[in-house]
Nanobody, 123 residues
Framework: QVQLVDSGGGTVLAGGSLRLSCAAS????????MGWFRQAPRKEREFVAA????????DYADSVKGRFTISRDNAKNTMYLQMNSLKPEDTAVYSC????????????????WGQGTQVTVSS
């Protein structure tokens, strides 16, 4: 069993930055790809970014490409999402997930989930 705890959300003005963290604990974390998803009120859960176990492969939704950067530190069992140039439309609950195999955009491919952290961007 892998436990994920995500943190770092908050309220910022448009154009601001936040860094989300996702800390993993429990059984071995080896081999797991990880990703971030978000869900705004009355909207479907949306893929944001994903990163392979080694960190050598990343994938981003078009809506965040060039503004968000996903990274991980396996020595600390932690993944990060650096979010710059935030827009009001980025407002959502952000959740991290982990799974085995190739990185994926489909949330059904993720086996473990964090509890979510709220990001609010005001204009």
């Amino acid at each position: 069993q892998v436990q994920l705890v995500d943190s770092g959300g908050g309220t910022v003005l448009a154009g601001g930055s936040l860094r989300l963290s996702c800390a993993a604990s429990g059984r071995s974390f080896n081999g797991y790809y990880m990703g971030w998803f978000r869900q705004a009120p009355r909207k479907e859960r949306e893929f944001v970014a994903a990163i392979s176990w080694s960190g050598g492969r990343t994938d981003y939704a078009d809506s965040v490409k060039g503004r968000f950067t996903i990274s991980r530190d396996n020595a600390k069992n932690t993944m990060y999402l650096q979010m710059n140039s935030l827009k009001p439309e980025d407002t959502a609950v952000y959740s991290c997930g982990a799974g085995l195999g190739s990185i994926a955009r489909d949330h059904a491919r993720y086996e473990y989930w964090g509890q979510g952290t709220q990001v609010t961007v005001s204009s």
